[in-house]
């Protein structure tokens, strides 16, 4: 099967932007600080925007106003950036957020969501066009990008069946000792047809050591409907910045390397 560059452009791009990042010691939305000179929020938009998605939709909460005056004042309308704001206003989980933009998203639209982290700023253009080819290529409609960690302590693990086919995602808190061995992560970037999202996010439940409704469970259950596509990715391309030491890591790495 071959998939057309057009039909992977038909896609939608999701920021999840709503946390407020305590581990950053700050008063200011982890999503706002600065990195390579620009807030972080931005370069993730901005990778959607280089592979061709046309609209996004950024999920706020915790200081929302300026969340939606930044990106209005550098994204502006007049220059072609067509952005949209769902609101999580109690912060319940990724799934949760998802959920969010789903009436902001419409029930028309049929085609793939991108779902990105807003605090992933080396995400490439060239790495969503894949998740979106993997995604079109899918049999389950879904893909993910997966890194591997030689520390991988605190992120979820994909979890493979014997042929090898990636059949859920456990999380660091309810995985069990023989998952917690595994080095291949999840990167938390997907793409997902919009039929699945509307139908199943809404049967996903918070059972589970957070208390949260996980979006990674969403990933069981198209594993059990057809093949989950993934795309292995450089690590430092997809981390996230928690932390004021780990935002000062990231872009020193990202400086030595041009």
Same mark, same amino acid.
């Given at each position: 099967?071959?998939?057309?560059?057009?039909?992977?452009?038909?896609?939608?791009?999701?920021?999840?932007?709503? +946390?407020?990042?305590?581990?950053? $010691?700050?008063?200011?939305?982890?999503?706002?600080?600065?990195? /390579? @000179?620009?807030?972080?929020?931005?370069?993730?938009?901005?990778?959607?925007?280089?592979?061709?998605?046309?609209?996004?939709? &950024?999920?706020?909460?915790?200081?929302?106003?300026?969340?939606? #005056?930044?990106?209005?004042?550098?994204?502006?309308?007049?220059?072609?950036?067509?952005?949209?704001?769902?609101?999580?206003?109690?912060?319940?989980?990724?799934?949760?957020?998802? /959920?969010?933009? !789903?009436?902001?998203? *419409?029930?028309?639209?049929?085609? /793939?969501? !991108?779902?990105?982290?807003?605090?992933?700023?080396? !995400?490439?253009?060239?790495?969503?066009?894949?998740?979106?080819?993997?995604? #079109?290529?899918?049999?389950? +409609?879904?893909?993910?990008?997966?890194? $591997? /960690?030689?520390?991988?302590? @605190?992120? *979820?693990?994909?979890?493979?069946?014997?042929?090898?086919?990636?059949?859920?995602?456990?999380?660091?808190?309810?995985?069990?000792?023989?998952?917690?061995?595994?080095?291949?992560?999840?990167? *938390?970037?997907?793409?997902? $047809?919009?039929?699945?999202? $509307?139908?199943? !996010?809404?049967?996903? *439940?918070?059972?589970?050591?957070?208390?949260?409704?996980?979006?990674?469970?969403?990933?069981?259950?198209? #594993?059990?409907?057809? &093949?989950? @596509?993934?795309?292995? &990715?450089?690590?430092?391309? &997809?981390?996230?910045?928690?932390?004021?030491?780990?935002?000062?890591?990231?872009?020193?790495?990202?400086?030595?390397? +041009?």
């Amino acid at each position: 099967m071959t998939v057309s560059r057009e039909s992977t452009k038909n896609a939608v791009a999701v920021l999840l932007a709503a +946390g407020k990042g305590t581990r950053m $010691r700050s008063e200011l939305a982890k999503v706002l600080h600065p990195f /390579a @000179g620009q807030p972080l929020l931005l370069h993730p938009l901005r990778a959607a925007r280089e592979f061709g998605v046309e609209r996004s939709i &950024v999920v706020v909460g915790h200081q929302r106003e300026d969340v939606r #005056a930044l990106v209005r004042e550098r994204l502006p309308a007049s220059e072609g950036w067509a952005v949209d704001f769902a609101v999580q206003a109690e912060q319940r989980g990724t799934g949760h957020a998802v /959920a969010c933009a !789903l009436p902001v998203l *419409g029930e028309d639209f049929d085609g /793939a969501v !991108l779902i990105l982290s807003g605090d992933v700023p080396l !995400l490439r253009a060239p790495t969503l066009e894949a998740l979106a080819e993997a995604c #079109a290529l899918s049999s389950a +409609g879904l893909s993910l990008a997966s890194f $591997r /960690a030689a520390d991988p302590t @605190g992120y *979820g693990r994909i979890i493979r069946d014997a042929e090898g086919r990636c059949v859920q995602i456990s999380e660091q808190r309810d995985a069990s000792a023989d998952e917690l061995a595994i080095d291949e992560c999840n990167a *938390g970037v997907y793409c997902v $047809r919009a039929e699945h999202l $509307r139908r199943e !996010l809404p049967t996903l *439940g918070a059972d589970n050591a957070a208390g949260e409704i996980y979006l990674t469970d969403l990933i069981a259950l198209r #594993a059990r409907a057809g &093949v989950v @596509g993934v795309v292995e &990715v450089d690590a430092d391309e &997809v981390a996230g910045v928690n932390t004021p030491e780990q935002l000062a890591q990231l872009e020193a790495r990202a400086r030595a390397r +041009g």
